[in-house]
T-cell receptor, first 115, second 116 residues
């Protein structure tokens, strides 16, 4: 079985400061990892994914994520937070199960960027 | 380029009534997924279509729930005899038909169901 843990329900950061949103995962085989963002009353928007290769993945809106196989982590980062980054962030792990792409999401982390 | 569209955006119904939601995926995507999201949780998988075939259903999908995707284009999710526990956001996602687990799923804005 695959699973994702986002240990922080909420992360507060001052505008201009670096931010980190944590994620750990469990999956059999090669991990395919995703980050999505959700704004109020909206669906999820894709930010970035790790498939293979460089452990530092760059995505949309200046976000990046660092894959660490030994720690089974895929933390989301941004060097300088904006107020507009305030949203709900979901980490997800994907694997083929029963012949289809099964995506399991974490419970989400609310990011609050304080002006 | 249109994304995934869902209709209605909001639905309020009384307990015991039937409701139907519609999802129009991105036109070239042959894979379609339904998820349910409750407050404080991530999306939970409900069911999956490849073209018109429903290939997987979650145990969350009780016999009051049925989904279809006639002709492999739009999809509908029907809930019969709604219960208050069905109140949630219902999300639809689509992805291209590449094999494996690398596909990005593109989500609609969701239908928020409130059962009174």
């Amino acid at each position: 079985a695959q699973s994702v843990a986002q240990p922080e329900d909420q992360v507060n950061v001052a505008e201009g400061n670096p931010l980190t949103v944590k994620c750990t995962y469990s999956v059999s085989g090669n991990p395919y990892l995703f980050w999505y963002v959700q704004y109020p009353n909206r669906g999820l928007q894709f930010l970035l994914k790790y498939i293979t290769g460089d452990n530092l993945v760059k995505g949309s809106y200046g976000f990046e994520a660092e894959f660490n196989k030994s720690q089974t982590s895929f933390h989301l980062k941004k060097p300088s937070a904006l107020v507009s980054d305030s949203a709900l962030y979901f980490c997800a792990v994907s694997a083929v199960s029963g012949g289809y792409q099964k995506v399991t999401f974490g419970t989400g982390t609310k990011l609050q960027v304080i002006p | 380029d249109t994304g995934v569209s869902q209709d209605p955006r909001h639905k309020i119904t009384k307990r015991g009534q039937n409701v139907t939601f519609r999802c129009d995926p991105i036109s070239e995507h042959n894979r379609l997924y339904w998820y349910r999201q409750t407050l404080g949780q991530g999306p939970e998988f409900l069911t999956y279509f490849q073209n018109e075939a429903q290939l997987e259903k979650s145990r969350l999908l009780s016999d009051r729930f049925s989904a279809e995707r006639p002709k492999g284009s739009f999809s509908t999710l029907e809930i019969q005899r709604t219960e208050q526990g069905d109140s949630a956001m219902y999300l639809c996602a689509s992805s291209p038909g590449l094999a494996g687990a690398k596909n990005i799923q593109y989500f609609g804005a969701g239908t928020r169901l409130s059962v009174l």
